[in-house]
C-alpha cells in the first residue's frame, strides 16, 4: 500500500494556477524527492497532502486516508516540518518537546519517557534545559523534527529541512533522515538542493510549471540526459593531433590541449577508450570523466527564464 496517492491535484491562487493536475505515488518506508524552482508548486503540494489547503480538484490519500473527507485522520498520521522553524525560542529545548507531548495528550510518564527518548536520540541531551534561542541553525533544525516526532507520525513531510544549514549540519540532517526510514518512517522530501535529493531519495519527482515533468530513480533520471564524456589531457600538440585522428566523434580543444570524447563513463568503455589510443601508441597525459548529474537533470527539464 503506498503512503501517499494522489490524482489530478489542481490548485490556483486568483488567476495562477499553481498545480496543474499533479499525479504522485509514493511507497511507504521510502523517501520522496519532490524536485522544483521558487514558485514550482512544492509547498503547495505539501499544504494539500497535510491538509493545511484544499485542492481545487482532484484526490489525494495519506496513510490510507483521504485529505479531503478524513483530515484528522491524515492528521493523527503525519509530522511536518516546514521550511521555517517551530521552535518557541522563550522554551527550552525540553519544554518544546514536553508542550508537543502535551498536546498529543500523551500523559505524564509516556510525555516524559518520549522526551528524554527524543533527545537522546537527536543529540540534545546537553542543550536540553538551555533556552532555544541560544540554538544553533543544525540544533534548532534538529529539535524542530524531534518535535514532529512526538506524535510518532507514519508520514513525514520535509518541507526545505536543511535550507541555511551549514555542510556539516545538513550532513547531520541526512543521518537522522535515514535512520528514520530504516525505522518505516515516509519521508516526503522537498528541497531545492540537488545533492540532497541525490543523497537521499528513492524517488525523484521533478515539478516544473505546476506539472511533473519527470519522475523515477536519481540514476534513472540521469540517463535520461545527454552529455556523458571523456576529457583527455596531452601534454604534446602532436599526440592530440594523433589521439583525434584515432577517436571518432569527439572535439578538440587546441589551446587545452585537450580532447572531449562522448563516453557513459562505464569501466567497460573507459577501457575500450585507452586500448583503442595505446592499439595506436598515443600517450595520454591524463583523464576526467564527467556523467550527467541531478543539475544537469533539473536545468534540462525545467523552464529557463531569462531575467531581463
Known sequence: ??????????????????????DLNVQRGTVFSLLGANGAGKTTMVKILSTLIRADSGSASVAGHDVARDPNAVRAAIGVTGQFSA????MTGRENLKLMADLHHLGRAVGKLKVEQLLEKFDLVDAADKSASTYSGGM????????TLVGTPQVIFLDEPTTGLDPRSRRAMWEIVRRLVADGITIFLTTQYLEEADELADRIAVLDNGKIVAEGTADEL????????????????????AAARVVHNASRDGEALALRVPNDGSVSSLKALLDQLDEHSVPVD??????????DVFLALTEKVTQP
Not at 5 to 13: E, K, M, N
Not at 222 to 241: M, T, Y
Open 222 to 241: 540521469k540517463r535520461r540526459i545527454h552529455g556523458g564524456h571523456v576529457l583527455l589531457q596531452f601534454n604534446d600538440p602532436r599526440h592530440l593531433e
Open 87 to 90: 521552535v518557541d525560542n522563550l
Open 1 to 22: 500500500m503506498n503512503a501517499i496517492t494522489a490524482t489530478g491535484l489542481r490548485r490556483s491562487y486568483g488567476d495562477n494556477e499553481v498545480l496543474k493536475g499533479v
Open 140 to 147: 534548532r533544525r534538529r529539535l524542530d523534527l524531534a518535535m
Open 286 to 295: 591524463s583523464l576526467s570523466t564527467h556523467t550527467p548529474d541531478l543539475d
